[in-house]
Structure formats: structure tokens, C-alpha cells
């Protein structure tokens, strides 16, 4: 089903032969009019599922108003979305971009400049941590460390160290003169859906302070919702200094953000950074009608009673059929399978199923529902997942 020869396209993405043309809720519609269960939800983007009144709505009224001014003029609407996330985090301010990458930019940024106002200059090293994915940038790439990625594209950007998943020596180590910031998603969501310790997360915290540090959180996959907290740096009980986020904020919509303290973000003056399209209208109002639902009474009850119920269906998956998949992995509706045989025939099998899932790596399968998935359908998607489960046990055994 794998097409790489869409003509005109950069040859970048191995593409499903399936061509989506509406979708309403958890629910996409093929061309053909068949109707798949979307548990990828854009690869955790349509935090509302497609198609959403609220969202519908807020874009549609921004069209008629206004589109784009530029970051050249006051934004009402910038400050709106950029007071309810911080009245809703640690932070104290926000600048606005377009993707996930760019955010991680502005967070390397911001720790760096940082440093070089508290009369560190010397300081710029940002220690990361083995497994990490924070975009294709040619910095978010050296930040990221992944060698399949780097290959090909010149001298990897300087100024970032790699130490081992939940290491304190290495990462003790690693630390020296030269070191700004760590930057740790919370879970990591493209290498496998590993949730870093609490306890780590709180050294992290503890080793921040102790040395001068600055504590960045990766929460493009992780916020919003997605893990059942708003952010999932809240499951661990400390406060970062950093974050960055993209992917739910918009609900379908292009944006990213980067949150930082009043004391984080100080070198960040006029003229240093800057992006023409950051903060665009239609995206502001996007994610304004996303924090209308996300933060209202309930919302995230809900995301953590469906994400119990998913599990508990996975669970009893696993114990029926251990020779296909071994494990759950992920918090909140971040939801994963480790697979015992490949992730793509399991995947393929789901499809077939009309049930849509994404691949990660260590072999797992990311189960992404929308945060507005119903019982219903979650038990509905429980039922392809184990339909396609069995036959693929079951083609095993044939062997
Ligand atoms: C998706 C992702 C990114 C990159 O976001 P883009 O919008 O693709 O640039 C960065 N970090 C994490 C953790 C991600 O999941």
C-alpha cells in the first residue's frame, strides 16, 4: 500500500496508498466513502478530532475578519492565548511560531541568550538524552542526536551532548563550564512512548538549580491534554524553566509555542528572535477555541476515564495474544503497543480493520485517539484492534 512515486512530491514520506476527503470527529472518510476509526489523529494534532463545531466556528469568524498583520502591530489575540497558557503553567510568557521545530528553536534560543545576559557567554551546551526526537531543523536534528537522520546533511550543529535515559552519573558527568540547559520530553513520544521517571524528572529539577541550569520541556507531542494533565511535565510535581509546544494547540492548525518564565526568557529583548508568520490570526483563533474546550470543567476527566478504559481493553488484548503484542506504553491518551512481531503488520492488520494507528520506534504502535473520543468508540476501536490482532496471530501460527 506504500506509494513513493506521487510525481511532483519530494520522495520524503513513505505515504499509505489511502486518500482522505472529510472526517468528522474520531472518524475519517476515504475517497471511496469508507470510514476509518483515526486513532493517529494527524500524529497527535487533532486533539478535538476533525471536523469540530468549536473550532469550525472560530475559524470560519476570523476569516471574515482578518487574516495575517505580521508581528508588526499589537496582537489582542496573541495575548489572549498566550495569558491563558501561562495562567494554566509555570510560565510567565510566550512567543508564537509555526511547528514543533521552531519552538525547540526558540527554546535553545532562550536558554542561550540566558546564559549570555547573566554574564555567561560561555555557557551555550544543551545536554539531551538518548531516544530523543525534537525536529528537522538542522538544530532540533543535533538536538535529537538520531545518526539516521544526520546522515548526509553536513557538520551536525554544535553546541549539544547526548548521555544515556535516566542516568544520573553520565549525566553528571556531561555537565560542565560550558553547559546552558537539558531539554528532556516528558515522554518520549517518536522513539517509543518512554516516560522518563518521576524521580528523574525532580533531579532533573534538583541538578537545574544546583548548577545554573535551565530545565526544557519538550511537550510538542506530550501537551495539551494528551497525556490526561494539560502538560505532562504536572504528572511529575515540578515546574520547568522552558517549554515548547506545537502539535494539539492548534487542533489541526499550524502553530507552535514557546513558554518560558519572566527569569528564563530576560535576554530574549527586542530584535533577537522573530518569525513572520508566528502568531498568525487564523491560528490564535484556533487555539483560543481549543483552550475553550480544554479548559473546561471535566475535559481532562474525560481524556483520563477514556485513556482507563483504553487501557483495560489493551490489557486483556496482551494477555490473549502475547505472541503479537507484549506491552502498553505511554500515559494518558499518548497510548502505545509493543509489539512481539513487526509494528507494521500489526499496523497493516489494524488498517485492514479500518482502524488507523502510527508507528513509533522500539517497535511499538502509538494508539492516539482524539482527546474527545466517546466510550463508544473507544470500544469500538478495541474491537478492530483485537480482530486484527488475532488474524495476525493466527497467520503466525499458519507458519
Ligand atoms: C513532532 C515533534 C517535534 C517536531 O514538530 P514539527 O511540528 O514536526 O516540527 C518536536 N518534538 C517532539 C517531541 C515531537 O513529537
Known amino acids: 500500500m506504500t506509494q513513493n512515486n506521487a510525481q511532483p512530491l519530494y520522495d520524503t514520506f513513505a505515504r499509505i496508498g489511502l486518500r482522505f476527503t472529510r472526517g468528522n470527529g474520531a472518524w475519517l472518510i476515504s475517497d471511496n466513502g469508507e470510514r476509518y476509526l483515526d486513532f493517529t489523529s494527524g500524529i497527535a494534532v487533532n486533539a478535538l478530532g476533525h471536523n469540530h463545531p468549536k473550532l469550525v466556528k472560530a475559524i470560519e469568524e476570523q476569516a471574515h475578519k482578518l487574516w495575517h498583520v505580521s508581528n508588526l502591530f499589537q496582537s489582542p489575540e496573541q495575548e489572549k492565548v498566550a495569558e491563558r497558557l501561562c495562567a494554566n503553567s509555570f510560565a510567565d510568557k510566550v512567543f508564537f511560531c509555526n511547528s514543533g521545530a521552531e519552538a ?37 536534528l543535533a538536538a535529537g542526536g538520531q545518526e539516521k537522520y544526520l546522515e548526509g546533511f553536513g557538520p551536525k550543529a554544535q553546541g549539544f551532548v547526548q548521555v544515556p535515559f535516566d542516568d544520573e552519573k553520565a549525566l553528571r558527568a556531561a555537565i560542565g563550564e560550558k553547559t546552558a540547559a537539558l531539554l528532556i520530553e516528558p515522554i518520549q513520544g517518536e522513539s517509543g ?26 511537550e510538542v507531542q506530550t501537551g495539551m491534554g494528551r497525556t490526561g494533565k494539560l502538560f505532562a511535565y504536572q504528572w511529575s510535581g515540578i515546574e520547568p524553566d522552558i ?33 513572520t508568520f508566528g502568531g498568525n490570526l487564523l491560528a490564535m483563533a484556533a487555539a483560543n477555541a481549543v483552550l475553550d474546550v480544554m479548559l473546561a470543567d471535566g475535559f481532562l476527566d474525560h481524556v483520563n476515564a477514556m485513556a482507563n478504559l483504553f487501557k483495560q481493553g489493551l490489557a486483556s488484548i496482551i494477555d490473549r495474544f502475547p505472541d503479537v503484542v507484549e506491552s502498553i506504553r505511554g500515559v494518558g491518551l ?41 466510550e463508544d468508540e473507544i470500544r469500538d476501536g478495541l474491537h478492530r484492534i483485537e480482530k486484527a490482532v488475532q488474524l495476525v496471530s493466527n497467520a503466525h501460527k499458519q507458519k
Open 104 to 140: 525547540i528553536e526558540c527554546a535553545i534560543k532562550t536558554a542561550r541568550r540566558y546564559q549570555y545576559v547573566s554574564g555567561h557567554p560561555e555557557r551555550y551546551e544543551i545536554i539531551t538524552f538518548e531516544g530523543a526526537f525534537h525536529g528537522r531543523t538542522l538544530a532540533t
Open 193 to 218: 512512548l518512554r516516560p522518563v521517571p518521576k524521580e528523574f524528572m525532580q533531579l532533573l529539577r534538583k541538578i537545574c538549580n544546583e548548577n545554573g541550569l535551565l530545565f526544557i520541556v519538550d
Open 243 to 275: 517549554m515548547a509546544l506545537a502539535k494539539g494547540l492548534g487542533g489541526g492548525f499550524p502553530i507552535g509555542a514557546c513558554l518560558a518564565t519572566k527569569e528564563a526568557a530576560k535576554g530574549m529583548t527586542p530584535g533577537t528572535h522573530g518569525s
Open 334 to 374: 499518548l497510548t502505545g503497543l509493543k509489539c512481539v512481531v513487526k509494528n507494521t503488520e500489526v499496523i497493516a492488520a489494524m488498517r485492514d480493520e479500518k482502524l488507523l494507528g502510527v508507528g513509533a520506534g522500539n517497535n511499538v504502535i502509538r494508539l492516539l485517539p482524539p482527546l474527545t473520543v466517546t
